[in-house]
């Protein structure tokens, strides 16, 4: 990820905030300007909870550059508490283990380095409850 893009999600990835609409009350992941359902403009700024269930996953086995020290590792679908549906890496699990349902918690990781001497880039990984 770039490092203006890294930067700009920091609110969301650092504190795991949501976009709430004021018109219908749905919740959006990363925040948005405008309600898909709605069309409303009008938003409160809500915390995430931090447990859910396991939606789906895949194991990835050839990853991009920057995780190819971490694999195989799996991404997943989480539904937290509360309804808003989130994609994250699933860590400190046995891959042959998991499973649709499973409850999971998410914890505040370093997710890469970006370059040899470039920044740490932090975010969220979902480990098991």
Wanted: charged share 25%.
């Amino acid at each position: 990820m770039p490092s203006p893009r890294y930067w700009r999600e920091i609110p969301q990835r650092y504190r795991l905030e949501a976009s709430k609409c004021k018109g219908c009350g749905k919740v959006f992941f990363p925040p948005r300007l405008v309600c898909s359902s709605c069309k409303s403009r009008e938003f409160e700024m809500v915390k995430l909870e931090r447990e859910g269930k396991l939606i789906t996953y895949t194991i990835i086995r050839v990853p991009p550059s920057q995780f190819t020290d971490q694999s195989p590792y799996a991404m997943g679908v989480v539904e937290l508490n509360g309804g808003v549906k989130i994609l994250s890496q699933i860590a400190d699990c046995n891959l042959d283990k998991l499973e649709i349902g499973q409850k999971l918690r998410i914890e505040f990781r370093k997710i890469y380095n970006e370059g040899e001497a470039g920044i740490i880039c932090y975010g969220y990984k979902c480990v098991p409850a």
